[in-house]
């Protein structure tokens, strides 16, 4: 045997005892053995360079230090998954998706986990990259840190496809955070806080040979690619399990909603019992095929839902209300506590929403409060102690005027919160604004931050956004923490900001109630800022799903002198303020004011190019039949609830070739 092939062999043989002993729990060889092992195979690939393999077992040690983690997309989007806090929303759920599809519904019932989620690309067999969430389009590539986790496969066995992404969770198991705490204690060291804060810090450490130290492991529930040839969830759990990953056991398919209300009644009682800390459980619909007909909402999948476990609660004393402005001058009061435990992290603070919810708790200063985490991030206050309540407590004024500029606050009919009107000068809502325009689903400017922002304003550098564009590198670099690199890499950030496309920009300029989806709408009707900025009202209400609300938001918007004046700077600095040739050579109105459904599979086009098409040209996708429906896209298995539907309705029912001859 030569060398090459005595490393690889003694590199297939260290995997195998590894997918033995993390992934089976079936240890074949000694720890002693194993380590032996490792150190002929270092010995022999230090001598030989020529033979280095990123996935070799020697790299999962670590040692490599990344300064940067550098910020990658996604081949396919991260989704959220849409929360529940009840049997009732559990019922309701299937309610809707019964009306969807067809046939009988099997679930997949997963434990939600409680770490931080990662998306891991394997190519040819091998880890590619590890991407972190992020905000679902793009994360943090921290492929050196994954590599040391035992659990991450770094070469695959089996029948793999050639390219895909698995998503999972990283945890850190109770026992191992417990040994790490008690060795920081013994140190005199602060211990951590809760495993998932912990797991998620770990990701980000800049020396790998730190991570490699932390006892993580990564547990896997999803598979996403092309040309999977996968049919169902269970299958792919099953396919990963044999490809070399870590699935959790505790997964469980049922074939009715009773059996996953007894899923989750099961877990809630047993969760202390796990390994890992879960909050919930994740109910999917199984068939893949069925899963593709739900489609996604805007933020997440129609086929899956958590149940989140009732939230913990503590009680502990309101110390102070204060008052925070937002962006769009929306006052926010907060709760300042005296500082409690509650589900593993120290909280000081709780959001108390608005006015009314004060006056509909009674909530005063010096009360005890019981404050409870559910699905939000920020705790909230539920409810009050009366029995505590000190003899001199003196109900909560809201107050009358801006925090931050004075300006006397207003509330407009219908709305719940109090807003500062001072739309130009109010400090918070001038770098709030400017924040919103940076960040990554907006223009998504590289090298520049949130407390940069605010310095630059503070500094009177820049007073709204299109003041960006005239930065320079001499003005930048006297500010605190802030070296000529770093300033070189704002200024370029910025510059490279210019090519970000319309909708984008469009959802930058923070317009109330315009968000992503709303953003995309107004920029493929309209096609242009200038065309948008001289809308009537009456002309914005008859775009598809643009109410009155919104309506009126975006004419307010433009109505202002100062808005119209920045808009032309930034034209001035070739921000994309329309839509490029390229994109509208590829957009007609054809299908204008019709409303297509999309069901079954296709062969010479994907369901989601097909819906493209539709939005492209005009139309409206829709998920479900109705009077309003004007064609029915029907491909290969669609079901028969949803011909019968189209037929007694008299909706016209098209071929994949019909509908592609008609856009011709």
Known sequence: MNTKQQIESLREELRQHNYNYYILDDATISDYEFDIKLKELQALE???????????????????????????????????????????????????????????????????????????????????????????????????????INTVPLQLKGDFPERFDIRGEIVLPIEGFLKMNAERIENEEEPYKNPRNT??????????????????????????????????????????????????????????????????????????????????VVVKVNNLYQQDELGFTAKAPRWAMAYKFKAEQVSTRLNEITYQVGRTGAITPVANLEPVELAGTTVKRAS????????????????????????EIIPKIISVDLTKRPADSIPTSYIASCPECGTELVRLEGEAKHYCPNYIACPPQVVGRIQHYISRKAMDIDGLGGETVALLVKEGLIYNYSDLYELTVEQVIPLERMAEKSAVNLVNGIKASKQIPFERVLFALGIRYVGETVAK?????????????????????????????????????????????????????????????????????????????VSGVFETISRNELKKLIEDNGGKV???????????????????????????????????????????
């Open 46 to 148: 230090e001598k030989h360079p020529e033979f280095f393999d990123a996935n070799s077992p020697t790299q999962r040690v670590g040692g490599a230090v990344t300064k940067n983690f550098k910020t990658t997309v996604h081949d396919s989007r991260m989704y959220s998954l849409d929360n529940s806090y009840s049997k009732e929303d559990l019922l309701d759920w299937e309610t809707r998706i019964k009306k969807m599809v067809d046939g009988d519904v099997n679930y997949m019932c997963e434990l939600k986990y409680d770490g931080a989620s990662m998306s891991l690309t394997y190519e040819n067999g091998k880890l590619l990259r590890a991407v972190t969430r992020g905000d679902g389009v793009q994360g943090d590539e921290v492929t050196a840190n994954i590599k040391t």
């Open 521 to 597: 709408k107004l920029a493929r009707h309209y096609k242009s800022i200038d065309a948008l900025m001289y809308a009537s009202l009456l002309d914005l209400v008859t775009v598809d799903e643009i109410g009155e609300r919104i309506a009126q938001s975006v004419v307010e918007f433009f109505s202002s002198e100062e808005n119209k004046l920045i808009i032309e700077r930034l034209k001035g600095f070739g921000v994309q303020l329309e839509i490029s040739a390229e994109k509208l050579a590829n957009q007609t109105d054809k299908l204008k004011g019709l409303s297509i459904v």
């Open 622 to 664: 829709s998920s479900s039949i109705s009077s309003k429906t004007s064609y029915l896209v029907a491909g290969d298995k669609m079901g028969p609830s949803k011909r019968t539907k189209a037929e007694k309705l008299n909706i016209q029912i098209l071929t994949e070739l019909d509908f592609l001859s008609k856009l011709k």
């Open 199 to 280: 797991a998620s810090g770990s990701l980000k450490l800049q020396d790998s040979s730190e991570v490699a130290k932390r006892p993580l492991e990564c547990l896997l529930y999803s598979i996403v690619g092309n040309n999977l040839n996968l049919t169902s969830q269970y299958e792919g759990l099953e396919k990963a399990r044999a490809w070399g990953f870590k699935v959790p056991k505790e997964a469980k398919l049922v074939k009715s909603i009773d059996e996953v209300l007894e899923y989750v009644d099961y877990w809630d009682k047993n969760r202390h019992n796990l390994p890992y800390e879960i909050d919930g």
């Open 352 to 375: 108390l929403h608005n006015a009314d919810q004060i006056e509909k708790l009674d909530i005063r200063v010096g009360d005890e409060v019981f404050v409870e985490k559910g699905g």
